[in-house]
């Protein structure tokens, strides 16, 4: 069994930046890879970033160059910074990680950025 929690969304200006967590807990909880999605409202969730054990990092287009996922592994955290945020980065940001052939999820953190 695998927990993940998200933590630091909020408000944020058009331009600004916010860091969000997603801490991974278990207790035989091994790391292979950790995806960020969002879920704007009404719209379908879509994928935003992916890191793998070898700290191999993918971006979906609309965030290249905005946006650094990362991972603390003695945490068992990763992060995504998102820098110069615009308004239709607004939504619920959610963690997800496989593990033993089924994917966990987060509660998700919503996240506002204000034009």
């Known amino acids: 069994q695998v927990q993940l929690e998200e933590s630091g969304g909020g408000l944020v200006q058009a331009g600004g930046s916010l860091r969000l967590s997603c801490a991974a807990s278990?207790?035989?909880?091994?790391?292979?890879?950790l995806g960020w999605y969002r879920q704007p409202p009404g719209k379908e969730r879509e994928w935003v970033a992916s890191i793998y054990a070898g700290g191999q990092t993918n971006y979906a287009d609309s965030v290249k160059g905005r946006f650094t996922i990362s991972r603390d592994a003695a945490k068992n955290t990763v992060y995504l910074q998102m820098n110069e945020m615009k308004p239709e980065d607004t939504a619920i940001y959610y963690c997800k990680t496989p593990y033993w052939g089924r994917d966990y999820w987060g509660q998700g953190t919503q996240v506002t950025v204000a034009s």
């Open positions: 278990g207790s035989r909880f091994s790391f292979t890879a």
